[in-house]
């Protein structure tokens, strides 16, 4: 039975809340207060903490920071009856795992607690990776709530404390060296090197120096001795990015390295010895490449131990609330600026946008957008053209209507529960309204599920 930690000064609340939480097989133990609750959080362990905003001797915010820096794995939902965008980002980038508004109805409670617990939780930082263009990785790896990142999180721990060769798949801009760098820093090679190579940047003439390295003099130009990147990744891992790029002759050169774990530089008449694991990416299909001959099946074979996709942007739309609270913290840093958080108005464009150029298209849009705010939030007016403009086309059947139109909300709302076969959560994003919003108007209207 999961264990609940209520906090709220509503006695009556409180009372009906626990009884209608213990119905559904949750342990539930209820303060009234601030350091109340301070005193039991740090005395008691729970799998949740669900707590009011506002407490007569505190805040829930407060009580937040105490929870992260006690207990940090315990996940935390706010609810409150001031509903306010300023007061849910600070929430969530103080680490709450979500917040709910009152009143809210008793299948939405449900699902927030439901959500939280089955949660993954954001991965540790990275640090900039070597011999490589700036890219997503130069940031963290944020794991989001969406049945797709929890899969995704759910694969790099399980192969990342093996030694096997991993193939990462997924369009440009999805963050797969992010990926990588995630899968080195659980294994047992995280205090190693871990070495990222741009293979579609490497001129064919001079990948084997890339790669193995040469001595001074081998070749014009070669004016000194130079390790190449197996070497420098010994013991570490190896990251080859775009690996599909590499002519035939180099995927020759890469699969007689990796089957006698031996390199050896240009010029040079001694081994050397390497222990690297290898980890690739490709936004190709390789296995058609191997079908027309372009890739050689044996160093597929090789290279393809385990596969991990990342999924785009468009399949991860539950996260895109963290993705862009995550973007705009690491904005705020790099251009020594202050804002706050999005209106609702800019989330929903967010929302409906297709994002073709995936995480690294959202990163640049949320740090053109807070580089040209001058004010708290974010708004509409400093987002780019096309953003706004592929918002409106990409918008669903159900979504091409104004929810707000009184004449066709009640039948714009039936047929989007339709759709969603009943489920109010995925109907609510149908129509770009909160989940309160959709209970609200499910009982306004009288609409019988």
Known sequence: MKSILLIEDDVAFSNMLKRFLEKHNYGVSISYGFEDAKAIILKDDFDLIFTDLRLPDGDGLELLEIVKQHKEKTPVILMTGYAEVSTAVKAMKQGAI??????FNQDEVLHVINNALNSAPIVESKPKPTEKKESLSNSEFVTGISSTSKKLSEYIQLVGPTDMSVLITGESGTGKEVVAKSIHNISSRKNKP?????CGAIPNEIAASEFFGHKKGSFTGAISDKKGHFESANFGTLFLDEVGNLSYENQIQLLRALQERRVKPIGSSEEIEVDIRLVTATNEDLLKAVEAGDFREDLYHRLNEFTIKIPNLSERKDDIIIFADYFLDKANVQLNKNVIGFT?????????YSWPGNLREFGNVVKRATLLTTGDFIEQSVLPAELKLGSSQ????????????????KDLIIRALEQANNNKTHAAKLLNVTRKTLYNKIKEYGINL
């Open 98 to 103: 979500d917040y709910i508004s009152k009143p």
């Open 194 to 198: 871990f070495v990222a190579v741009d």
């Open 344 to 352: 609702d108005e800019v989330l929903n464009i967010f929302h409906n």
């Open 394 to 409: 990409g918008s669903t059947a159900v979504q091409s209507k104004n929810f707000s139109t009184k004449d066709n909300e």
